[in-house]
């Protein structure tokens, strides 16, 4: 990626354990000024309430340092709970990495 622009991925159940793990891998990346994050959805196999709760917290914190947090890769089972809780409405998630290259990065570099 460039230094503006990184991808986290987290892999298994999102909950509380490895949400706290991947919000602190979030806020390592804005503290090294990376403005564009992508979460790749591609390994998580489902999201508990405290996986969302981490989720809403971490865009905070991303818009909060003036940047721009994405999602991309989403499991059906994941894609049904952001259904479900109305959360494809704040992040509207990609569909994969070619999508956020194609429509966030070749905006720019």
Known sequence: MTNIAEIVQPSG?????????????????????IKIILIDFQDVTFM?????GALV????EVKAAGGKL?????SEQVKNIFELTKMELIFKP??????FEEKVLTTIT
Do not use: F, M, P, W
């Open 57 to 60: 917290a971490t865009l905070k």
């Open 13 to 33: 159940v999102l909950s509380q354990g490895n949400a706290d793990l991947l919000r602190s891998e979030i806020a390592s990346l804005l503290d090294k000024e």
């Open 94 to 99: 990609l569909t994969n990495r070619q999508e």
């Open 70 to 74: 994405y999602i991309c890769s989403l």
């Open 48 to 52: 508990t309430s405290s996986g969302i």
